[in-house]
């Protein structure tokens, strides 16, 4: 079976006790290894070495209080020593997710390793909830309620089956995006409207980050003058997954100049 970066990662951060398992009997058979190596290409997870362990965190953090003992696309995997001190079966997580959990000062404890990005979400306020794909339509109707009526007609169309978030997107919020980008009459409904993509663009959700660049920012980019207008609307997360989607589709780059 062949896992895409993105269905790896979700795997790993949903089921994190499996990765511990994983990591005690690399320390404990081969003293770390490498995971979904590709002959040709190589790979990106790699469970330390004890050594490596040592050398990586020779300069350790007390105030970060965590120890990198993987690498798994791009992000550190690491134990952090002050939740182990408060609860021994949760400290083993992905260190992009600590650092914007960390930021909000209402989680005080993070859940159990098992955890799902639903559970976290929950622990923070409303208004910078931590999309996924759970709470994003909640999350998307609260921000753009302009676009209800015309979200209750996509669901009657299907008569009680979920369309699936690209379905949702492409034929709700897009004719409506694109319609107010053409007449950029209402330029606060707009940036309400950018600010929310803003929060897709961060989510650590695969499944949204791919709704966002393929399904919403690859038909804005359809257009060079929707694209124009709406680079002024994004925040920096979004026109950075903009720019690339643009660059490796070698279209024009103009826009963003």
């Not at 790699?46 to 040592?54: D, F, T």
């Not at 970060?64 to 949760?90: E, R, W």
């Amino acid at each position: 079976m062949n896992l895409d970066k993105g269905a790896i990662k979700t795997i790993l951060t949903t089921f994190s006790y499996l990765l511990f398992i994983v990591l005690i009997y690399s320390l404990s058979i081969t003293n770390g290894c490498r995971l979904f190596d590709d002959v040709e290409y190589g790979g990106e997870i790699e469970l330390y070495s004890l050594e490596q362990i040592l050398e990586l965190n020779e300069h350790y953090d007390e105030s970060d209080g965590c120890y990198d003992v993987a690498y798994i696309y791009q992000d550190n995997i690491v134990i952090n020593s002050k939740l182990y001190a408060a609860n021994p079966k949760n400290y083993l997580l992905w260190k992009d997710l600590y650092s914007i959990l960390n930021e909000h000062k209402e989680v005080t404890a993070l859940p159990d390793a098992s955890y799902r990005y639903g559970d976290v979400a929950n622990n923070l306020q409303a208004g910078d909830r931590m999309l996924n794909s759970n709470n994003i339509i909640e999350v998307f109707l609260e921000a753009v309620p302009e676009i209800k009526d015309i979200y209750k007609d996509e669901m009657e169309f299907w008569e009680g089956e979920f369309p699936g978030l690209h379905n949702i997107f492409g034929d709700v919020l897009n004719p409506f995006l694109l319609e107010q980008l053409k007449t950029e009459e209402n330029s606060v409904l707009l940036q309400r409207i950018f600010d929310f993509l803003e929060k897709m663009a961060t989510s650590i959700d695969s499944d949204i980050d791919n709704v966002l660049v393929v399904t919403i920012l690859a038909r804005i980019g359809d257009d060079i003058g929707w694209l124009k207008k709406a680079v002024k609307y994004m925040g920096s997360n979004t026109l950075k997954k903009s720019y690339q989607f643009e660059k490796e589709l070698g279209r024009s780059l103009k826009p963003f100049q």
